[in-house]
Protein backbone atom coordinates (compact mmCIF):
# COMPACT_ATOMS: atom_id res chain seq x y z
CA UNK A 1 0.00 0.00 0.00
CA UNK A 2 1.34 3.43 -0.87
CA UNK A 3 2.51 5.40 2.34
CA UNK A 4 2.17 9.25 1.75
CA UNK A 5 3.62 11.95 4.26
CA UNK A 6 2.30 15.76 4.19
CA UNK A 7 4.11 18.83 5.25
CA UNK A 8 4.08 22.30 5.17
CA UNK A 9 1.22 23.24 7.11
CA UNK A 10 1.64 26.18 9.67
CA UNK A 11 -0.47 29.93 10.36
CA UNK A 12 -0.84 32.85 8.09
CA UNK A 13 -2.73 35.44 7.98
CA UNK A 14 -5.88 36.02 5.69
CA UNK A 15 -4.73 37.03 2.25
CA UNK A 16 -1.26 35.13 2.39
CA UNK A 17 -0.10 32.21 0.93
CA UNK A 18 1.35 28.37 1.78
CA UNK A 19 2.36 25.70 0.11
CA UNK A 20 1.60 22.02 1.60
CA UNK A 21 3.65 18.95 0.47
CA UNK A 22 2.68 14.99 0.17
CA UNK A 23 5.62 12.47 -0.39
CA UNK A 24 4.66 9.30 -1.59
CA UNK A 25 6.38 6.35 -0.99
CA UNK A 26 6.44 5.03 -4.50
CA UNK A 27 6.48 6.85 -8.16
CA UNK A 28 3.42 9.06 -8.94
CA UNK A 29 2.78 7.83 -12.14
CA UNK A 30 2.04 4.37 -10.50
CA UNK A 31 -0.68 6.32 -8.60
CA UNK A 32 -4.48 6.21 -9.62
CA UNK A 33 -5.28 9.29 -8.67
CA UNK A 34 -3.98 11.98 -5.43
CA UNK A 35 -6.11 14.24 -3.91
CA UNK A 36 -6.22 16.59 -1.21
CA UNK A 37 -8.94 16.36 1.97
CA UNK A 38 -9.21 18.58 4.87
CA UNK A 39 -11.34 18.84 8.30
CA UNK A 40 -12.17 21.67 9.83
CA UNK A 41 -13.17 21.07 13.91
CA UNK A 42 -16.65 20.07 14.41
CA UNK A 43 -16.62 19.46 10.64
CA UNK A 44 -16.82 16.32 7.79
CA UNK A 45 -13.78 16.05 5.91
CA UNK A 46 -14.38 17.48 2.64
CA UNK A 47 -12.59 17.01 -0.45
CA UNK A 48 -10.37 20.02 -2.17
CA UNK A 49 -8.43 19.11 -4.72
CA UNK A 50 -7.38 16.10 -7.44
CA UNK A 51 -4.90 15.25 -9.64
CA UNK A 52 -5.08 12.33 -11.91
CA UNK A 53 -2.15 10.02 -12.93
CA UNK A 54 -2.47 11.34 -16.54
CA UNK A 55 -2.13 15.14 -15.07
CA UNK A 56 -6.01 16.50 -15.11
CA UNK A 57 -6.56 18.32 -11.84
CA UNK A 58 -9.65 19.03 -10.20
CA UNK A 59 -11.08 21.71 -7.78
CA UNK A 60 -14.03 22.34 -5.16
CA UNK A 61 -15.40 24.80 -6.10
CA UNK A 62 -14.63 26.87 -2.98
CA UNK A 63 -11.28 26.75 -3.48
CA UNK A 64 -11.02 27.32 -7.28
CA UNK A 65 -9.04 30.00 -8.70
CA UNK A 66 -7.12 30.09 -4.79
CA UNK A 67 -5.20 26.99 -4.72
CA UNK A 68 -3.43 24.62 -7.32
CA UNK A 69 -2.54 20.92 -7.19
CA UNK A 70 1.01 19.81 -8.63
CA UNK A 71 3.15 17.00 -8.37
CA UNK A 72 6.97 16.61 -8.91
CA UNK A 73 7.14 13.29 -10.90
CA UNK A 74 11.23 13.28 -9.61
CA UNK A 75 10.26 13.47 -6.43
CA UNK A 76 7.17 11.40 -6.26
CA UNK A 77 5.44 14.15 -4.76
CA UNK A 78 2.18 16.53 -5.20
CA UNK A 79 1.35 19.87 -3.70
CA UNK A 80 -1.05 22.05 -3.09
CA UNK A 81 -0.15 25.84 -3.44
CA UNK A 82 -2.70 27.95 -1.39
CA UNK A 83 -3.60 31.73 -2.29
CA UNK A 84 -5.72 34.07 -0.63
CA UNK A 85 -6.30 32.18 2.42
CA UNK A 86 -9.19 33.00 4.33
CA UNK A 87 -9.97 32.11 7.87
CA UNK A 88 -12.57 29.41 6.20
CA UNK A 89 -9.74 27.78 4.66
CA UNK A 90 -8.51 26.84 8.52
CA UNK A 91 -8.34 22.72 8.99
CA UNK A 92 -6.15 19.66 8.83
CA UNK A 93 -5.37 18.98 5.63
CA UNK A 94 -4.79 15.41 4.26
CA UNK A 95 -3.09 13.87 1.68
CA UNK A 96 -4.73 10.60 0.20
CA UNK A 97 -3.09 8.37 -2.40
CA UNK A 98 -5.52 5.72 -4.52
CA UNK A 99 -4.96 2.58 -6.14
CA UNK A 100 -7.81 1.28 -8.23
CA UNK A 101 -7.91 -2.02 -6.88
CA UNK A 102 -6.35 -0.96 -3.34
CA UNK A 103 -7.35 0.31 -0.04
CA UNK A 104 -7.29 4.37 -0.39
CA UNK A 105 -3.86 5.79 1.61
CA UNK A 106 -3.96 8.39 3.90
CA UNK A 107 -1.19 10.47 5.81
CA UNK A 108 -1.54 12.12 8.78
CA UNK A 109 -2.61 15.69 8.13
CA UNK A 110 -1.32 18.95 8.61
CA UNK A 111 -2.68 21.80 10.31
CA UNK A 112 -3.45 25.21 8.24
CA UNK A 113 -4.72 27.90 10.74
CA UNK A 114 -5.39 30.84 9.01
CA UNK A 115 -5.98 34.17 11.09
CA UNK A 116 -8.37 36.56 10.72
Known amino acids: QVQVVESGGGLVQAGGSLRLSCAAS????????MDWYRQAPGKAREWVAR???????NYADSVKGRFAISRDNDNNSVYLQMNSLKPEDTAVYYC??????????WGQGTQVTVSS
Open 96 to 105: SALVIGSPRS
Open 26 to 33: RTIFSIDV
Open 51 to 57: IASGGST
